[in-house]
């Protein structure tokens, strides 16, 4: 199976930034993408960005010029970084990885997720 470390979750300013990073690990064949997802208290969880093997992207229109998503492939790492930040930015972000891996029901392809990491937006 895949494990997902989160980290760079913290408090910020509004205006600031902040840079997110997922390590995946585990008997991994391939990674067919990588994305953040996000949840604020009594909200659904959100999309906020992915990124393919191929190194497509896709955000939350609300995100678009102030988050970039990338990855290191090497290290099967990916990475939000969060400029402009704005309060209703806040939420507990999760990463997500699609991959196939080796599972103890073998050779799986499944969505795993981090626990997650609290980012929060106050002045």
């Known amino acids: 199976q895949v494990q997902l470390v989160e980290s760079g979750g913290g408090l910020v300013q509004p205006g600031g930034s902040l840079r997110l990073s997922c390590a995946a690990s585990?008997?991994?064949?391939?990674?067919?993408?990588m994305g953040w997802y996000r949840q604020a208290p009594g909200k659904q969880r959100d999309l906020v960005a992915t990124?393919?093997?191929?190194?497509?992207?896709n955000y939350l229109d609300s995100v678009k010029g102030r988050f970039t998503i990338s990855r290191d492939s090497a290290k099967n790492t990916v990475y939000l970084q969060m400029n402009s930040l704005k309060p209703e930015d806040t939420a507990v972000y999760y990463c997500?990885?699609?991959?196939?891996?080796?599972?103890?029901?073998?050779?799986?392809?499944?969505?795993?997720w981090g626990q997650g990491t609290q980012v929060t937006v106050s002045s």
């Open positions: 990124i393919t093997s191929g190194g497509s992207t």
């Open positions: 997500n990885c699609n991959a196939r891996s080796l599972t103890l029901q073998g050779m799986r392809v499944m969505d795993s």
């Open positions: 585990g008997i991994i064949f391939n990674i067919n993408a």
